[in-house]
């Protein structure tokens, strides 16, 4: 069974930085597609970024292009989300996702993705 950990989160100014990670356990990492999405109170889970099994394709909302990068690191079984110029819009809880398989054609949907993170807590404030 897969298992995902996120951590990183916290509180931080506008214009400043965090780094979120996804710690995957269970499976061989390099199976899976990644992906982040977040969510705010009464909003739908809203997705965020994603990179394929191989890190050879990303892709993000337009929302946070330029300013966040999705990255992994299979070896360590590790996905990453760097986010820099932060803004008060970006808070919401941060959700890990996995998708099983090989696949080259980025999800954005969150209904396709197989395993979830238990989510962490970003506040920007202004």
């Known amino acids: 069974q897969v298992q995902l950990v996120e951590s990183g989160g916290g509180s931080v100014q506008a214009g400043g930085s965090l780094r979120l990670s996804c710690a995957l356990s269970g499976r061989t990492m390099n199976s899976y597609a990644m992906a982040w999405f977040r969510q705010t109170p009464g909003k739908e889970r809203e997705f965020v970024a994603a990179i394929t099994w191989n890190g050879g394709s990303t892709n993000y909302a337009d929302s946070v292009k330029g300013r966040f990068t999705i990255s992994r690191d299979n070896a360590k079984s590790t996905a990453y989300l760097q986010m820099n110029n932060l803004k008060p819009e970006d808070t919401a809880v941060y959700y890990c996702?996995?998708?099983?398989?090989?696949?080259?054609?980025?999800?954005?949907?969150?209904?396709?993705?197989?395993?979830w993170g238990q989510g962490t807590q970003v506040t920007v404030s202004s």
């Open positions: 996702a996995a998708r099983g398989g090989y696949n080259i054609v980025i999800v954005t949907i969150s209904e396709q993705y197989d395993y």
